[in-house]
């Protein structure tokens, strides 16, 4: 659980001392029962559509795939047996793919030799040596 998630649910739990649970279901005064139920009816009042509860997991592993964890951590977080579950819920992102050009080209300049200019062309040197 993220550090901020946590930190909002301790303090509505110091805020409602009293009540058994943290989420009230305001029609029965009691616990939500079935959560998919609760998010529909959320996403219907902020009018958010074509969006399931189910693509909070995909959103998860794109995420933590963009933010350069391993696959096997991301597998081990999301309760996976195998890595090939894991992919079906890792998504390339545009800003993921410019991410990782970015580390190549760090890489590049890094470990490379620089471009042959015209003037060096003559002595037959590679332009790259990776």
């Not at 991410?99 to 037959?124: D, N, P």
Request: charged share 25%; proline share 2%.
């Amino acid at each position: 659980m993220e550090p901020i998630v946590r930190t909002a649910l301790s303090e509505l739990r110091e805020t409602s001392s009293d009540a058994e649970y943290v989420f009230v279901n305001p029609d029965t005064g009691t616990r939500y029962t079935d959560v998919k139920k609760s998010f529909s009816a959320a996403c219907r009042e902020a009018s958010i559509t074509d969006f399931r509860f189910h693509d909070l997991r995909h959103t998860f592993g794109t995420r933590l795939a963009d933010a350069g964890v391993d696959v096997v951590k991301i597998k081990e977080l999301m309760g996976h047996a195998s890595i090939v579950t894991t992919m079906r819920y890792i998504h390339a992102t545009d800003q993921g793919k410019r991410g990782a050009i970015i580390v190549l080209s760090e890489y590049r300049q890094k470990h490379c030799r620089k471009f042959v200019t015209s003037e060096k062309l003559s002595s037959f040197q590679p332009a790259v040596s990776c």
